[in-house]
Nanobody, 125 residues
Framework: QVQLVESGGGLVQAGGSLSLSCTAS????????MAWFRQASGKEREFVAG????????GYVDSVKGRFTISKDNAKATVYLQMNTLKPEDTAVYYCAARGAQRYYTDRKDEYAYWGQGTQVTVSS
């Protein structure tokens, strides 16, 4: 049974940092593309960051470029999202997602087969 479990969310002041983790079980992330999405209240789920199976391709939504960093540790079966200089508009539930290996990361949520339950990130002004 595949499980993705996110952790690391919480409440932080604007300008602060948080580090999210997503640990996989039943799924060899060494052969998976991984991504983080987020969904703010009343809005659609949006792509935040993605990384391909080998870590050689990654990308970000424009609003987080230069502030967020995605990485993966295959030995720990964990993908991370380091979030710096957080803004109130980053407030959302953050979801981890996985799909089979592709040469490049993808930002299309319909291409990800596995999802975590999400972790809340709240940034106060």
């Amino acid at each position: 049974q595949v499980q993705l479990v996110e952790s690391g969310g919480g409440l932080v002041q604007a300008g602060g940092s948080l580090s999210l983790s997503c640990t996989a079980s039943g799924l060899p992330i060494a052969f998976c593309n991984m991504a983080w999405f987020r969904q703010a209240s009343g809005k659609e789920r949006e792509f935040v960051a993605g990384i391909n199976w080998s870590g050689t391709s990654n990308g970000y939504v424009d609003s987080v470029k230069g502030r967020f960093t995605i990485s993966k540790d295959n030995a720990k079966a964990t993908v991370y999202l380091q979030m710096n200089t957080l803004k109130p508009e980053d407030t959302a539930v953050y979801y981890c997602a996985a799909r089979g290996a592709q040469r490049y990361y993808t930002d299309r949520k319909d291409e990800y087969a596995y999802w975590g339950q999400g972790t809340q990130v709240t940034v106060s002004s």
